[in-house]
């Protein structure tokens, strides 16, 4: 039997930009003769990618008890004076699964760089090799105490640590008090070579984008409204998409109708983003803490300005005031930060030109996808 990859991915969106690292380099795996298998905690087999991954033969689990299941469980074991918690129901699910299908390799996709070395520890156990993916670092969320000797452990002895961006693999070793040497910086992958999108030819009002998951202890959407309120930004012809869906966008909406903001749209999830670009001349993303955002990347591709913070690795890829603007997290630093991007709006057309040529000089020769793909196929060939 050809020797397989399973892939677990803690990403609680149905799809999320954290998953389209591993989620391009299936072809790549595929095709050097290696099965693909994907457990996640719910899986919606009708969402357009997981439909996309079952067609080209990639088998998924879901680990999650279907909901009426879970909840008929948990009363029968109060009843007998147990508790059930659903973190132990996935790790008993992947434990099941490692032992059913012994993988040759597991990769372990996180959202922030420790939420799932619990499944490295199982790994560990079980004799199987692994690498993990860490697609985010928070400055203010650090491990527990009780967590770190098994964390540590689990970093340590991966086959590979990857980071989306220089900033995270930083931050990473500052909160483990470690040098990773098995770690290793894989920007996330975006699509090259396809041109910039044309810019909008109205400029009666500066169309930005902000997107994003709505979460806004990570993505700070809270901030763009906080500043459209102030009386230079309401009397300025600009307008704030949010794209994307997420928990707080009911909050949000309430924020911008106490606030009185006409300005302020929701788009929710688009089918084709890139192809939206065309409708706005700028990215303006507030936020707290991040990777390397596909989205920077994306708007850079697509010629468009980007407005964001130095949260994560955007300075990595943008220029300030050259390709861009950023400024520190928070709503005074980024104020500042969209001040100064207005008042170089007539330059923002150049800037974004300027991004998308730029862009190709700040990532790596060979693309993302392929770059991990072949770290993970030597792995499972040593």
């Not at 597991?106 to 790994?123: E, H, K, S």
């Not at 990773?180 to 500066?206: C, E, I, K, M, W």
Request: with cysteine.
């Amino acid at each position: 039997m050809a020797p397989s990859i399973a892939i677990i991915s803690t990403c609680i969106e149905e799809w999320g930009g954290s998953e389209e690292l591993w989620g391009r380099s299936i072809p790549i795996l595929q095709a050097a003769g290696l099965g693909i298998v994907v457990y996640k905690d719910r899986i919606n087999r009708q969402h357009p990618r997981w439909a996309a991954l079952a067609r080209s033969g990639v088998r998924m689990f879901d680990l999650q008890t279907p909901k009426w299941k879970f909840f008929a469980r948990k009363a029968l074991l109060r009843m007998r004076k147990r508790y059930w918690y659903e973190s132990s129901e996935l790790r008993r699910a992947f434990t099941h699964r490692l032992s059913a299908d012994r993988p040759a390799l597991v990769v372990i996709a996180q959202g922030i760089n420790f939420d799932g070395l619990n499944y490295a520890q199982d790994c560990i156990a079980a004799g199987i090799p692994f690498v993990v993916i860490c697609q985010k670092a928070v400055d203010f969320y650090w491990p527990q105490p009780d967590q770190r000797p098994g964390m540590i452990k689990a970093l340590t002895e991966a086959r590979k640590c990857f980071f989306v961006s220089r900033h995270n693999q930083a931050l990473t070793e500052e909160q483990f008090g470690i040098r990773l040497r098995n770690a290793q910086v894989v920007f996330n992958p975006v699509d090259r070579g396809v041109g910039p999108v044309p810019y909008p030819a109205d400029r009666s009002a500066y169309r930005l984008a902000c997107i994003g998951r709505l979460f806004v202890l990570d993505k700070g959407q809270d901030i763009l409204i906080r500043l459209l309120a102030r009386p230079k930004w309401r009397d300025r012809p600009v307008e704030l998409t949010f794209i994307g869906t997420g928990v707080d966008r009911e909050g949000l909406a309430a924020m911008a109708r106490m606030y009185g903001l006409t300005n302020v749209h929701f788009a929710g999830q688009l089918a084709d983003v890139r192809a939206s670009w065309r409708n706005f001349h700028a990215l303006a993303l507030p936020s707290r803490s991040e990777g390397l955002p596909l989205v920077v990347l994306e708007a850079m591709a697509a010629g468009r300005v980007v407005i964001t913070t130095t949260a994560g690795g955007s300075q990595e890829v943008i220029v300030d005031g050259v390709t861009g603007f950023i400024g520190d997290t928070g709503t005074e630093s980024f104020d500042g930060a969209l001040e100064r991007a207005w008042q170089r709006r007539d330059e923002w057309e150049a800037m974004g030109l300027a991004a998308c040529r730029d862009l190709p000089n700040r990532l790596p020769d060979v693309a993302a996808e392929a770059e991990f793909a072949k770290v993970l196929i030597s792995i499972v060939h040593e």
